[in-house]
């Protein structure tokens, strides 16, 4: 649990589950992905016999905070809903998460539905609100530093936001108010098509 209160008479105890680690990029020792592998070995470690799932790149373990990547209708779970993992069933080759108040199985094979969550994107953050925020902010950053992606990630945070990393980066994102053009090629495709 962290008790920032000490030195912020208005911040309440905060439990790890409810500090949402906010990233412009996905790759990159900054990035989700790298983040994500080193949160969960210090938050979650692996402890000798429990159970643990490896599935499409990711290690599943007991106390995870995961995400939803993709609407199931059937399962009633939807791209960016965040669980725990609350069991893993090594002989009928099931996970269970908790999101809210509800347990939803997911076969092995149908997890790449979910990801690690203790590290997401600013991108997928949108519409979402935490009790606390910490957003990396670095150069390797370059391509998405932006004042509106700095913005939204800044507003996702409730009670506590935390900007850590380069003053040049946050620099570099404040007085870029550019929208970046995205090169698809799918105006190209839709030609070539006719």
Request: net charge positive.
């Amino acid at each position: 649990m962290l008790d920032a209160s000490a030195g912020y008479p208005h911040v309440y105890s905060l439990r790890f589950q409810d500090v949402q680690v906010l990233c412009p990029m996905n790759r990159g020792s900054l990035g989700v992905r790298e983040l994500n592998t080193a949160l969960q070995q210090v938050l979650n470690p692996a402890k000798p016999g429990q159970a643990s799932v490896e599935r499409f790149g990711w290690r599943f373990q007991i106390g995870d905070k995961v995400i939803q990547t993709e609407n199931d209708y059937d399962k009633d779970v939807f791209n960016g809903d965040i669980g725990i993992v609350e069991r893993i069933d090594s002989v009928e080759h099931e996970v269970t998460i908790r999101f809210d108040d509800r347990l939803v199985k997911y076969d092995f094979g149908e997890l790449d539905e979910v990801a690690l969550a203790y590290a997401i994107t600013i991108h997928k953050s949108q519409g979402s609100e935490f009790p606390a925020v910490v957003i990396p902010v670095a150069t390797q950053h370059y391509m998405l530093l932006q004042r509106n992606l700095i913005y939204t990630g800044i507003t996702r945070g409730k009670r506590l936001l935390v900007l850590i990393g380069q003053r040049k980066a946050l620099g570099i994102a404040v007085h870029n108010d550019r929208p970046q053009r995205r090169y698809s090629g799918l105006l190209t495709s839709l030609r070539r098509d006719r």
